[in-house]
C-alpha cells in the first residue's frame, strides 16, 4: 500500500490544491501536493505533475525542493513491478491513455503471474486457469 499517496492528505485541503515549489516546465500538469512518506524523508512535502514533453511516453514528477535537482521522475508503468510514482498516478485517478493503459497490463500481469505457482501457470499457459483449491475451473 502507498502510505499517504492521496494529495488531500495535507494539513488542510486548500493546501494541497497550489505547488509548494518552483517548477518551470511549461509541459507539466500540477496534480497536487502531498506527504512524502512513499520516496523517501523529504519533509516539506512533494508536489506531484505528470509531464507530456516526451516524444511518446509521459512522466510523473515528485518534487521536494526548489533546486532544479530536487526531484524524482519515471515514465509511467515503465518497470516490471509498480513504482511508488506509478501509484501516486493511479491512487489520484490520472486519465491513462490507450498505451498507458497497455503498458499497467502488462506490468500488473507480470506481478500476478509471479505469484503463481509452477503448475499454475503451466494450466494458465495451457488455456486453463485453476482457483484455490481447483474446485473452480476456467478454461478457454
Not at 71 to 85: Q, W
Not at 101 to 116: G, H, I, K
Not at 120 to 140: H, R
Request: glycine share 8%.
Amino acid at each position: 500500500m502507498v502510505e499517504g499517496a492521496f494529495l488531500n492528505m495535507t494539513k488542510s485541503p486548500s493546501d494541497s490544491l497550489v505547488p509548494h515549489f518552483n517548477h518551470d516546465c511549461d509541459s507539466c500538469r500540477f496534480l497536487g501536493h502531498g506527504p512524502a512518506r512513499i520516496l523517501g524523508d523529504h519533509p516539506r512535502g512533494l508536489d506531484f505533475y505528470v509531464c507530456e514533453s516526451g516524444p511518446s511516453h509521459r512522466s510523473m514528477i515528485a518534487r521536494y525542493g526548489d533546486r532544479p535537482d530536487q526531484y524524482h521522475s519515471g515514465v509511467l508503468f515503465e518497470c516490471t513491478e509498480l513504482t511508488a510514482l506509478d501509484k501516486v498516478a493511479l491512487f489520484n485517478m490520472l486519465e491513462l491513455r490507450d498505451d498507458e493503459n497497455e503498458r499497467l497490463l502488462r506490468v500488473l500481469a507480470a506481478m500476478w503471474r509471479s505469484t503463481l505457482g509452477v503448475v499454475n501457470y503451466e494450466k494458465l499457459s495451457a488455456g486453463n486457469i485453476v482457483f484455490g483449491d481447483g474446485n473452480v475451473v476456467w478454461s478457454d
